[in-house]
């Protein structure tokens, strides 16, 4: 079977690795983003999928768009049986949807129809999911609205954050995925509409999204810490200074929200309990374990944060 892959993140990578490996299919190319600037110095750096493409000499294709016949004379050189896409942050085009004689299939890191959108794995924990899940599905018109093939469900750790469960989802995929294209070729696949009514939708994050409000439940909190860390990251202000939160825990204690409750801790009161923060970031310095950085930064009870 030939292949064509569409992906750009490191959550894409587990599953075109499986299919490179998996014998009888053949990856004829990869469609990715164009190389982003990285970093303070703004170095020029390919995506995760493209370095994996060129280590197997796979062509590798980075256009701006879809939407043009430059796309169809490619895929038609390609010739794939059937289109896969993982994370690839483009909309395809009529042209790409119809043209394989499989169709398109796209691997998304939720149990759809929830979660429909470009930050399925952050939402679910800012919204205090319990589990999530890899969804295969026939790729349509719509965003993530596409027929539903195969599942598969994980519970979500109370204190895990979007890093680790991003990390989990992508090793999930691919097996799925090896499994659904199995199916596919076999005819033995029983594809299954959406509920739309059972959807919500989980765009971009934004850092709008990142200022800590400690009117809100403690749980609200660490679910806000967990799903943006590591972007676009929770932030407070600590000593009059920006203070960035990437892990925290649920702790005891009751006080003015946005009180310390600890000389020796930075645990927080919210509206109703409180959070100790473990990994944190001051202004213009590194990201630390809490103890690490009160040394430098000592607590004292009663000091308001977010002020």
Request: proline residues 8%; hydrophobic residues 35%.
């Amino acid at each position: 079977m030939n292949i064509v892959f569409m992906g750009t993140p490191e959550f894409a990578v587990p599953s075109l690795h499986a299919l490179i490996q998996q014998p009888g299919y053949t990856v004829t190319g990869v469609f990715t983003q164009p190389d982003k600037p990285v970093g303070r110095k703004q170095i020029l750096t390919p995506p995760p999928v493209k370095e994996l493409a060129l280590q197997y000499n796979i062509p590798v294709f980075q256009p701006k768009s879809l939407k043009n016949e430059k796309t169809v004379e490619i895929l038609g050189k390609l010739n794939p049986d059937v289109i896969v896409v993982a994370a690839y942050g483009k909309i395809l085009p009529k042209s790409v949807l119809s043209f394989p004689q499989y169709g398109c299939i796209n691997v998304h890191a939720s149990l759809l129809p929830k979660y429909r959108g470009a930050g399925p794995i952050q939402w679910c924990i800012l919204n205090g999911e319990t589990k999530t899940g890899i969804t295969t599905m026939f790729m349509g018109e719509g965003l993530d609205t596409g027929d539903m093939l195969e599942k598969v469900e994980t519970p979500i750790g109370e204190n895990e954050t979007a890093d680790s469960l991003y990390a989990r989802l992508s090793e999930m995929g691919a097996p799925l995925l090896l499994s659904t294209l199995k199916k596919l070729e076999e005819g033995t696949l029983t594809p299954k509409k959406q509920d739309d009514a059972l959807s919500c939708y989980a765009p971009m994050l934004t850092k709008e999204l990142s200022p800590i409000d400690y009117n809100r439940t403690a749980r609200e909190v660490h679910n806000q810490i967990r799903g943006l860390s590591s972007w676009p990251c929770a932030t407070t202000t600590y000593k009059g200074k920006r203070l960035k939160v990437y892990e925290s825990r649920l702790a005891d204690g009751q006080g003015e929200p946005g009180t310390l409750l600890s000389d020796e801790k930075l645990i927080v009161a919210c509206k109703e309990g409180a959070v100790e923060f473990l990994s944190v970031q001051y202004e213009g310095g590194k990201r630390l374990p809490a103890a690490d950085f009160l040394r430098g930064k000592p607590a004292s009870a009663g000091e308001k944060l977010g002020e």
